[in-house]
């Protein structure tokens, strides 16, 4: 299948997204590294055909915000581990709110409410690109993992306010990730 682009996401592309269980995002600064994280639990939702909002959940990291505060660029990706074949790309520009942050509330309220939830991303998307996926294995789906989730509702409000102090408030290139309204907030 050849690669084929489109201006929005077509109803077809909204279903695969649905039933992936697994996405990543792509994103850079002007200068510095190049960052692919993977993505899963409940963290994501196409708002329309060219937006889609995603539900950052404490990391190791903080890349994505960092990345974003100095170049708005964005991709997403999806591929099919099983059925047929498929890679499906979102790319655009994005914006972040932080917890705590103006607007926080009603963007957060299309998410369960998921411990350690700290930034949502908001990815205008201004082309979708589908190609085939052939060399993409097949895997099964077991479970989601609930380490995460776990480990956020053990360290509480505080602990993870800390922690983002601690690790999130720059990137591995030393650039800010713009959290501390977040850790203000979550302290508080």
Not at 46 to 66: D, F, H, Q, Y
Not at 71 to 93: E, V
Not at 110 to 127: K, N, S
Request: aromatic share 10%; charged share 20%.
């Amino acid at each position: 299948m050849m690669a084929k682009q489109f201006d929005r996401l077509a109803a077809a592309h909204v279903r695969f997204i649905e039933d992936q269980h697994i996405y990543f995002t792509g994103t850079a600064a002007t200068t510095g590294r190049v960052n692919i994280s993977p993505k899963g639990m409940d963290s994501l939702r196409v708002m329309s055909p060219n937006r889609i909002l995603w539900l950052s959940v404490t990391g190791s990291g903080n890349e994505t915000a960092a990345h974003l505060a100095d170049d708005p660029r964005m991709t997403l990706m999806w591929c099919a581990f099983s059925a047929q074949p498929l890679i499906l790309r979102a790319y655009g520009t994005a914006s972040v709110t932080h917890r705590g942050a103006a607007g926080w509330a009603g963007l957060a309220a299309h998410f369960p409410e998921i411990p350690g939830a700290r930034q949502i991303y908001d990815l205008a998307i201004d082309l979708v690109q589908t190609s085939c996926g052939y060399a993409v294995p097949f895997m099964d789906f077991v479970e989601d993992r609930t380490t995460l989730r776990d480990w956020a509702a053990r360290k509480g409000d505080e602990g993870l306010a800390d922690y983002w102090a601690e690790k999130n408030r720059s990137s591995i290139d030393g650039k800010p990730t713009g959290i501390e309204a977040a850790i203000s907030a979550r302290s508080a």
